[in-house]
Nanobody
Framework: QVQLVESGGGLVQAGGSLRLSCAAS????????MEWYRQAPGRQRELVAG???????NYVDSVKDRFTISRDNAKNTVYLQINSLKPEDTAVYLC???????????????WGQGTQVTVSS
């Protein structure tokens, strides 16, 4: 199994920055794609950014100039640097990881519990 723990959220004023982290632990042989989603009250969960094991990245258009996803494979951690925060960025940010547990060659998705980001105007 894979456990994911997000951190780094908080209350910040518009224009500020945050760095979110999602650390994976447990029994796995490989972490593949790692992604950040967000879910605001009353809205559907939205894919914000993703990164492959090799470092290829993708972003939703609305955050391309402000968010940067990165990963440290040695630490089994994915990061999301968020700059120029806007009130509309307020949401719970969750990480999702595609991983291969040690007992199989199959891949599974795992979700963290999320970290709250609140941006005041």
């Amino acid at each position: 199994q894979v456990q994911l723990v997000e951190s780094g959220g908080g209350l910040v004023q518009a224009g500020g920055s945050l760095r979110l982290s999602c650390a994976a632990s447990g029994s796995f042989s490989r972490l593949n794609d790692m992604e950040w989603y967000r879910q605001a009250p009353g809205r559907q969960r939205e894919l914000v950014a993703g990164i492959t094991r090799g470092g290829g990245t993708n972003y939703v258009d609305s955050v391309k100039d402000r968010f940067t996803i990165s990963r440290d494979n040695a630490k089994n951690t994915v990061y999301l640097q968020i700059n120029s925060l806007k009130p509309e960025d307020t949401a719970v940010y969750l990480c999702r990881v595609i991983a291969t547990p040690t007992y199989t060659t199959a891949t599974f998705q795992y979700w963290g519990q999320g970290t709250q980001v609140t941006v005041s105007s």
